[in-house]
């Protein structure tokens, strides 16, 4: 199933767990380092370097561009790591979530109570979902080299609905 960014941030209802999905769109690398830069811009009242209401955010240090090509491989990362960042994003409006892995309990209680969704990319394939990418630029953190965030523009990203807004989770059910 093709979904674009923007209608799945309106309506997370329309994938369950365990579907596979291309999505396209836009979207914001984040990894810890910038999450704790954000969240500490959030308690200061500081302006955020990207609207986070109904946005995307892919969990993704990518590795340098080689020439020609808009960016290096860039595979998700540990999503565990930001699980302590979680809740207080989704709160703020966040409705996609990518990285790997499992998440703690708490942080899919969050993502039900906020009718958000959380996507996997399959590890290892770092170099195939570069090549979904059709434009990166940096936005903010740049001295954070690769946790800088960027805005990514994608294009038919194969991912799989790991907990949809219900709650029901992949890896809970393998």
Not at 37 to 51: N, Q, T
Not at 72 to 100: N, Q, Y
């Amino acid at each position: 199933m093709k979904i674009n960014v923007k209608d799945l941030a309106l309506d997370t209802s329309i994938v369950k767990a365990g579907e596979q999905i291309l999505l396209s769109g836009v979207l914001y690398t984040a990894r810890d380092a910038a999450h704790l830069r954000l969240i500490k811009m959030l308690d200061e009242g500081v302006k955020m370097p990207f609207e986070l209401q109904n946005s995307a955010i892919y969990y993704c240090g990518p590795s340098p561009a080689r020439p020609g090509n808009v960016i290096g491989a860039c595979g998700p990362t540990t999503s565990a790591r930001m699980d302590i960042f979680t809740p207080r994003m989704l709160k703020e409006g966040v409705k996609i979530l990518i990285g790997k892995g499992a998440r703690k309990d708490f942080v899919i209680d969050s993502i039900k109570e906020n009718k958000a969704v959380y996507l996997t990319a399959t590890g290892g394939i770092a170099a195939l979902l570069s090549k979904t990418v059709k434009k990166a630029e940096v936005i903010a953190f740049e001295d954070l080299v690769p946790e800088a965030i960027r805005k990514l523009e994608v294009e038919d990203m194969p991912l799989i609905v790991a907990i949809d807004s219900k709650g029901i989770s992949i890896f809970d059910i393998l």
